[in-house]
């Protein structure tokens, strides 16, 4: 049996030629593309339609948990676990608590723009099926890549071929799943 | 949009004449292809020799005790604590260079901001050694965080000592996670360039399979910005919070509010010129002047000269202010440093801190990468001599005449210091040699060919 194809891709050899192809793709109606590419291209996030991400969200909550817990621990500890009097200060001695509160808002919110970012990509991913077209490991290096996956409803064998074809790449390749 | 006739031609950043293909090579080809320099091995065999004494006088510490180094009553912070502030102070400049001038848009950062990341993280772990070392039972350190124990007691957390357990911890994890998403993309062109199996197979699971997927990048972006937004508060805090340290005690010398925009400047003072110190030999051996240009090395050099530039400030106003403000002991404090058993260290920071960095002035100063290399060690001698005047003088001669005491130090106090240097060294050159020194996906962004040209349309 053979497998269905994971999608076509196009190679490009500068991102203006990239970012015109993802522009005519998306005009032509193909909604499931994904470009790839060794630096990011603000055009290309522009032509993808990729600006919405949940990440400030996520880092955002981080950090107001990270605030709270910092704040809490240092009351948990200095008010009711282990109460000390030092120089007469109140228990609740909350100037003294601001630092390590700052700490750990920073630091709640580091590990979850650094977590949330891999979860949002879907890493560690170590095999993904455009690794397997030969030429892909210049997308690291001087290559810019489209691929048309074949779950766009759009998607058809021969004519998403012809259509890359329009587009001038150096070369398009079939993605093995 | 019409697209004219330079309209806006950027300053070089990087020399003229590199393509995507050739910037990758480069880079890459110091970890994968080419033979390492003979540099490479001197450097990282010093580095090791100075790391065996480390643990030769770690060894000894771990069985003698704080002893061993001439902590005596009442100078009891000695070398340790003069170490740690210079070593985190020289780590500031990686998340300045990283964090602030990415926020700051200013590109000319992105073929320096990996090895003084990397410089960053070595500079923290030899930093963080010092305290630990320092508390005389150093295999009960994790007594310094709040944890459930059976002894019921808990860390006082309004010590300013407990704050910098953790402003330095969560600095040295913030960094770290900063420079391996960074490292990220390159790490991926490293698995894709290597014909080395193992070496595929190392950098493809540090890689996290990246595969440079736009929608990846976008968020990819965002989450740079926001670290950087992230470790800009938190570098200036860093030091602020080391600065706490001192100045929460009421010890002459130590007591005072300027302490902290002082130390954030002092830091980044020794950073850059630690930043020139490591640039200036590594773009020599490795060919990289097309890269780390000589703008990088006049930007830097500039910035020593803006900071180095507060920290005269600073000076003049700790005489000034231990002057105007009439209270006895300070005026003391500051005419013993000046005149005292310090003088010679008070002096020669006075020398090596404001005077020596005036030759920065001059542009033909700043276009030497030799001349710079000096001034850049000038500064950090000087920059570990004010530490170390300001510790060791304020507790030497303190309130009571009857407790003075001058501070000697034993040879294991040099061994210890000798020996991070070493630490650091060693942990710099394996990094030089197995991953990217330069930032290769943001030189890319660099070169004119990575920008769009938009069609009319």
Not at chain 2, 54 to 72: P, S, Y
Not at chain 2, 111 to 116: E, G, Q
Not at chain 2, 306 to 317: C, E, F, K, Q, R
Request: hydrophobic content about 50%.
């Amino acid at each position: 049996m053979i497998k269905p194809l994971y999608g076509l891709m196009a190679e490009f050899d500068n991102p203006t030629a990239l970012v015109a192809a993802a522009r005519a793709a998306r005009e032509k109606g193909y909604r499931k593309l994904d470009a790839y590419t060794p630096f990011p291209i603000e055009e290309l996030t522009d032509a993808l339609d990729l600006h919405h991400n949940k990440l400030p969200l996520i880092v955002l909550l981080g950090g107001i948990i990270g605030g709270i817990c910092g704040y809490m621990l240092q009351y948990y500890v200095t008010v009711i676990y282990f109460p000390i009097n030092i120089a007469g200060r109140p228990l609740h001695s909350w100037p003294s608590y601001i630092i390590i509160t700052f700490e750990t808002t920073i630091l709640f919110a580091a590990l979850s723009a650094v977590l949330g970012l891999l979860a949002l990509c879907g890493l560690p991913m170590p095999y993904h099926p455009t690794f397997n077209v030969p030429r892909f490991v210049l997308a690291s290096r001087n290559r810019f890549f489209l691929c048309i996956q074949s779950r766009d409803p759009l998607f058809d064998r021969a004519r998403t071929v012809e259509f890359l074809e329009t587009l001038e790449p150096r070369e398009v390749s079939e993605v093995a799943p | 949009m019409a697209n004219g006739p330079n309209v806006h031609l950027p300053k070089k950043d990087i020399a003229p004449g590199y393509t995507f293909g050739t910037v990758t090579d480069q880079i890459a080809s110091v970890v994968l292809t080419r033979r390492t320099p003979i540099f490479w091995f001197v450097s990282f065999g010093a580095g090791l020799v100075l790391l065996m004494f480390f643990l030769l006088a770690v060894g000894l510490l771990f069985a003698k005790g704080v002893g061993i180094w001439g902590l005596r009553t009442p100078v009891m912070w000695g070398f340790a604590i003069t170490n740690f502030v210079w070593w985190i102070g020289i780590g500031h400049a990686g998340t300045l260079i990283s964090a602030i001038l990415l926020l700051l848009n200013q590109q000319w950062r992105n073929s320096i901001n990996r090895f003084a990341e990397a410089m960053t993280l070595f500079a923290v772990a030899c930093a963080g050694m010092f305290p630990i070392l320092h508390l005389g039972r150093p295999w009960l350190a994790y007594w310094l965080f709040p944890y459930p124990n059976t002894m019921g007691v808990q860390p006082n957390f309004r010590s300013p000592l407990v704050w910098d357990v953790f402003a330095v911890s969560t600095y040295a994890t913030v960094s770290a996670m900063f420079w391996f998403v960074g490292l990220m993309p390159d790490l991926a062109t490293l698995r894709d360039r290597t014909h080395n199996r193992f070496a595929r197979f190392a950098y493809g699971i540090a890689a996290m399979g990246w595969r440079g997927s736009a929608r990846h990048w976008s968020i990819y972006e965002t989450a740079s910005l926001l670290l950087a937004g992230l470790a800009t508060p938190l570098v200036l805090s860093v030091h602020t919070v080391v600065s706490f340290d001192f100045t929460i005690a009421i010890v002459p010398g130590w007591h005072t509010t300027f302490l902290p925009p002082y130390f954030v400047a002092g830091a980044i003072y020794s950073g850059f010129a630690m930043v020139l110190a490591l640039a200036i030999p590594l773009r020599k051996v490795y060919g990289l002047e097309g890269l780390i240009t000589d703008r990088h090395l006049d930007n830097s050099a500039k910035v020593m000269l803006a900071t180095g530039l507060i920290v005269a400030y600073a000076y003049i106003l700790e005489t000034f202010a231990a002057w105007y403000g009439g209270n006895a002991y300070e005026a003391a404090m500051v005419w013993h440093r000046m005149t005292g058993p310090y003088r010679v260290a008070y002096w020669s920071l006075i020398s090596c801190n404001i005077l020596a960095p005036q030759a920065l002035w001059f542009k033909k100063v700043r276009s030497q990468p030799a001349l710079l290399f000096i001034s850049a060690i000038v500064v950090l001698v000087g920059m570990w001599l004010e530490r170390y005047v300001i510790i060791v003088s304020s507790l030497a001669q303190d309130f009571l005449p009857s407790s003075w005491s001058i501070f000697q130090a034993t040879r294991w106090d040099w061994l210890t210091y000798v020996g991070t240097i070493g630490l650091f060294l060693f942990l710099f050159f394996l990094f030089i040699r197995l991953l990217p020194m330069i930032s290769i996906f943001e030189v890319r962004t660099l070169l004119p060919a990575a920008k769009v040209e938009e069609e009319e349309s």
